[in-house]
């Protein structure tokens, strides 16, 4: 399976030009669009638009509705500028079938004599109701002498950025169309895409199609391709891998035989067989690569553990990487109170301040066996004598970089450390098996004995009161709560309504301690007020979404979410996922504003009927729909350009299938594909 093949092989064409080499577009309108990360020609064909404006027929002004964007054309009939302190022009514009309004608050001289009573326009823009009926607010227009907007095709909208106007984007992407989609390249044969048009019949439509044209084999056919590149290019590194060496750890397993004696409890057969996919790959003489995939509350830090100390009885130091230093310390905790008895003291490695060199130095020691810390781990000037396996838990709340710096410091020579990454987001296994197709994968399907259940209601948001009643009465009996006001952006408009909700608990519930977190707090205040909440006099905490994974408070039982309705079916799982950690049975409370709508009653009812999280992810995934995008930063799944892995399902065997040829045989193909739609990320895919 080639691999090695430079990327300077093949030739240079019309694509991988620099998007200076289309006219108009010089060294200032180049750093907008880099922006965009958009570098070359190519870049540009594959910048799809957003949305469409339909500007292929003029609409009577009678039979546009108000909030719908339409081309109207007519006579302007009478012209005013209104108001001393803001003056603003307005133009009466008149058709056969009525009359509206153009308003304009900032306009020139010029602009007022070029729209003169009796000049004709051709307007574009969304229709509103003004206070002397209806009008467009800046719309676009030409006059009567300059042509009509009118197009023959529908007019793409596009993803911008400051200082890049919409018309500058159209024009580059028309260049790029006319300058590369002649010479495009397909890699891939007829014979495996989809039915429907070729890769440069589906761009060509997607920039500029016909009104009522279907655009979904269009999209498929992309969707198709860039999934094709992502899998081939993974199993090339799978094989990549797999010529590499990794620490030999062939052990007679006493320290996992007597860590597993002294638990209270027995761990699930799902524990033990990823267990022995483990200690297998650990044996074998070969880097580990493997994905431990398991719901919350599920078991995977008693699987690390047992991991770790498989290698440390190998003579290898191992690395845990937590996203916050709030869970590297309770990784601390749990680690220390199972490994201490067996003569095993972990290290912490969070913040580099004072001591820092002498800190650095117990790192590499060797006889430090277990380090545990957060992005100080792969910071320069740290390393590992003997670094034998990094265990990265919550592996998708760190970039590609940090994951690499970190691996990449258990390098001796042609050795490289074991990796293991834990994700506690469950992923239906079509899907996880497309995603980490460089990855082994294992799954804990089963919940240890001990995980309290969760009982799970729905109320009206009429029912507050009955509510913060029984958050009171819980409190008082020594348990603690989260109320969770979810944002639909960290704006300050949303922030003043989580405050609001603070300062309302506060009120209603006296003698209670209720305290604040939300996403836009400083790294070290959040971990303080999560630090108070697990172990302070906290008893109730407001959050946003950012408690979605966290640290174990085993006293908190009641779990509330405001406007339930608005989040998707994962993320109310992952939540309730914070509950019921201790013992102590757990009761989540969805509010919602009524009345409910037909999918957020779905995704109620299937969180009131189970708590298996990849039953949830294959409800969610139904329900979604092909309309819907499957939330990358939530999930940690990778961030495509075209292809949904929701909406795309269904392609997955062929895709895997055509990866399978091109990694084999093609490796010209894929290497242009590489830089197709892996732009400069495909070096950075053996993490």
């Keep these: 399976m080639p691999s090695s093949t430079s990327a300077s092989a093949i030739a240079p064409g019309p694509c991988e030009r620099p998007v200076t080499a289309l006219a108009g577009i010089g060294p200032a309108m180049a750093e907008r669009l880099a922006r965009l990360e958009i570098r070359t020609v190519g870049d540009l064909l594959f910048h799809l638009p957003l949305r469409y404006e339909d500007r292929t027929r003029v609409l009577p002004i009678r039979r546009v509705a108000i909030g719908q964007s339409a081309l109207i054309e007519g006579e302007i009939v009478a012209q005013a500028v209104v108001g001393r302190a803001r003056p603003t022009l307005v133009c009466e514009l008149a058709d056969d079938s009525g009359r509206m309004a153009m308003r304009f608050f900032h306009f020139s001289p010029l602009q007022r004599r070029r729209l003169g009573v009796g000049t004709r326009v051709s307007v574009y823009g969304e229709l509103r109701l003004g206070p002397q009926g209806p009008e467009m607010v800046h719309p676009e227009y030409r006059c009567g002498t300059e042509g009509t907007l009118q197009e023959p095709v529908l007019t793409p909208v596009y993803p911008s950025t400051e200082g890049l ?320 006001c979810p944002l639909i952006e960290e704006g300050e408009q949303d922030l003043k309504a989580a405050a609001a909700l603070h300062a309302e608990l506060a009120r209603v519930l006296p003698g209670i301690n209720v305290g604040l977190i939300h996403g836009r707090m400083k790294a070290v205040d959040k971990d303080r007020a999560m630090e108070d909440f697990a172990r302070g006099p906290m008893q109730v905490l407001v959050a946003t979404t950012v408690i979605e994974v966290g640290v174990d408070v085993p006293t908190a039982s009641l779990l509330v979410i405001e406007n339930a309705e608005r989040l998707g079916l994962a993320q109310l799982h992952q939540l309730r996922g914070r509950i019921g950690r201790g013992g102590l049975p757990g009761h989540c409370v969805l509010l919602y504003k009524p009345p409910l709508g037909d999918m957020a009653r779905a995704r109620i009812a299937c969180l009131r009927e189970t708590d298996d999280g990849f039953v949830i992810a294959r409800r969610d995934l139904e329900l979604r729909g092909a309309g819907e995008v499957f939330g990358v930063r939530q999930t940690g799944l990778p961030g495509f350009r075209v292809a949904d892995l929701i909406r795309d399902e269904a392609l997955l065997p062929a895709v895997a299938k055509a990866a399978a040829a091109l990694a084999q045989g093609a490796p010209a193909a894929l290497l242009g594909l590489r830089r197709r739609w892996l732009r400069e990320r495909h070096d950075l895919g053996s993490v």
């Design 165 to 484: 106007g919409t018309k500058a984007l159209r024009r580059a992407v028309r260049a790029a169309l006319a300058c590369a989609l002649p010479a495009l390249t397909e890699y891939l044969p007829k014979a495996q895409c989809p039915p429907g048009p070729t890769l440069g019949e589906a761009l060509r439509l997607l920039h500029g199609p016909p009104a009522g044209c279907d655009l979904g084999p269009a999209r498929t056919m992309l969707a198709f391709e860039e999934l094709v590149t992502h899998h081939a290019h993974l199993l090339t590194l799978r094989h990549t891998k797999g010529r590499a060496t990794g620490p030999k750890c062939r052990v007679p397993g006493q320290l996992l035989a007597r860590f597993l004696e002294a638990l209270p409890f027995t761990p699930t057969n799902a524990q033990t067989t990823v267990m022995g996919e483990i200690r297998r790959d650990l044996e074998s003489g070969r880097p580990m690569r493997r994905i431990l995939q398991g719901d919350v509350g599920s078991g995977k830090t008693l699987v690390a553990a047992g991991a770790a100390l498989i290698v440390i009885e190998a003579g290898f130091q191992v690395a845990i990487m937590a996203p916050t230093e709030l869970l590297a310390r309770q990784h601390m905790e749990t680690f220390g109170a199972w490994l201490r008895p067996l003569g095993i003291e972990p290290f912490g490695l969070m913040r580099l301040r004072a001591g820092a060199e002498t800190r650095r130095a117990r790192a590499r020691d060797c006889e430090t066996r277990l380090v545990i810390g957060t992005q100080a781990m792969f910071q320069e000037g740290v390393d590992f004598e003997r670094l034998g396996l990094v265990i990265i838990d919550e592996q998708h709340r760190f970039g590609v970089h940090e994951r690499q710096a970190l691996t990449a410091k258990g390098r001796a020579g042609a050795r490289r450390a074991h990796l293991l990454a834990m994700s506690a987001t469950p992923i239906p296994r079509t899907l996880a098996q497309s995603i980490y197709a460089d990855l082994d994968l294992s799954v804990l399907d089963e919940r240890p004995p001990g995980r309290a259940p969760v009982t799970t209601v729905a109320l009206a948001e009429t029912r507050r009161d009955d509510v913060v009643a029984r958050v009171r009465a819980a409190c008082l009996g020594g348990a603690k709560a989260y109320w969770v």
